[in-house]
């Protein structure tokens, strides 16, 4: 099983960008999808997650500014970012829970490689 993570790159504050993140591989089902991110000097910090009933959390300092969204049929969840800020500045990672094979099959934790945002002032 692999993740893809796409979308990164620079933008100037109050622009947007869209992730994207597609799961390959032998998948049974996928139960949470979601975006961490890791700024320098700091710890990850998890963004956003949505169910595989598409109910979503989000961190205090995102809402209202990020969207994330899941194609099931394409095993793909996205990011689109809103009126990004300097501080959102990070190596964004998305992350899947997913169960192969079958579903007696443990559900595992799998992350994607890391897209930058870099966000000018």
């Known amino acids: 099983v692999q993740l893809q993570a796409s979308g990164g790159g620079l933008v100037q504050a109050g622009g947007c960008l869209r992730l994207?993140?597609?799961?390959?591989?032998?998948?049974?089902?996928?139960?949470?999808m979601g975006w961490y991110r890791q700024a320098p000097g700091k710890q990850r910090e998890l963004v956003t997650s949505?169910?595989?009933?598409?109910?979503?959390n989000y961190a205090d300092s995102v809402k209202g500014r990020f969207t994330i969204s899941r194609d099931t049929a394409k095993n793909t969840v996205y990011l689109q970012m809103n009126s990004l800020k300097p501080e959102d500045t990070a190596v964004y990672y998305c992350h899947a829970s997913i169960r192969k094979d079958s579903r007696w099959s443990p559900t595992l934790n799998y992350w994607g490689q890391g897209t930058l945002v870099t966000v000018s002032s």
């Open positions: 949505i169910t595989a009933g598409g109910s979503t």
């Open positions: 994207s993140c597609a799961a390959s591989g032998n998948i049974f089902s996928i139960n949470d």
